[in-house]
T-cell receptor
């Protein structure tokens, strides 16, 4: 079975702190894709990053960075120098394979509160 | 601007009154799907469509119907809504370039059935 676990339900930090959101996944597929989405208080889902299973390079985009480790089935997300605007629910997702269905398998999300 | 548009954004309805949530994308994507988001359960797929006239059930299809008569539109139909369908609904589309493409999501429709 495929599964995504985000063990941290809620995190609260003070502005400018660094924060890491954990994501652990399970899949039997050798080829798979991992994603992070942000859901701000307004409710929409905003794509942040995708990573395929063959690319274990870490990625940095501004204050955001991602650490993908196949050995531990983890795809963690770090926000450096957090800001109040980073307050949102963050979802990790796995692209499952059920025939041609490109269903995303979602973690339950981590609610991040960045306080001034 | 590339986007997925859902309407309405908010809807309060009564049990049993048929409703349709529309979804339209302007990116010529073949693949579209519907998810519902519930506290403690996350996002779950309701239905998906690989192309025009090709639809199939996701994980939680009971009580819902869909149609895909045109490539750009993928409406979600609740023939007889019930309170347990109160949820936040998202329509998504993605390109035909394989599983590594991200899904684009609509703004969400918050449905309350009383």
């Amino acid at each position: 079975a495929q599964k995504v676990t985000q063990a941290q339900t809620e995190i609260s930090v003070v502005e400018k702190e660094d924060v890491t959101l954990d994501c652990v996944y399970e899949t039997r597929d050798t080829t798979y894709y991992l994603f992070w989405y942000k859901q701000p208080p307004s409710g929409e889902l905003v794509f942040l990053i995708r990573r395929n299973s063959f690319d274990e390079q870490n990625e940095i985009s501004g204050r955001y960075s991602w650490n993908f480790q196949k050995s531990t089935s983890s795809f963690n997300f770090t926000i450096t120098a957090s800001q109040v605007v980073d307050s949102a629910v963050y979802f990790c997702a796995l692209n499952g394979r059920a025939g041609n269905n490109r269903k995303l398998i979602w973690g339950l999300g981590t609610s991040l509160a960045v306080n001034p | 601007e590339a986007q997925v548009t859902q309407n309405p954004r908010y809807l309060i309805t009564v049990t049993g009154k048929k409703l349709t949530v529309t979804c339209s994308q302007n990116m010529n994507h073949e693949y579209m799907s519907w998810y519902r988001q519930d506290p403690g359960l996350g996002l779950r797929q309701i239905y998906y469509s690989m192309n025009v006239e090709v639809t199939d059930k996701g994980d939680v299809p009971e009580g819902y119907k869909v149609s895909r008569k045109e490539k750009r539109n993928f409406p979600l139909i609740l023939e007889s809504p019930s309170p347990n369908q109160t949820s936040l609904y998202f329509c998504a589309s993605s390109s035909p370039r394989g599983q590594n493409t991200e899904a684009f999501f609509g703004q969400g429709t918050r449905l309350t059935v009383v």
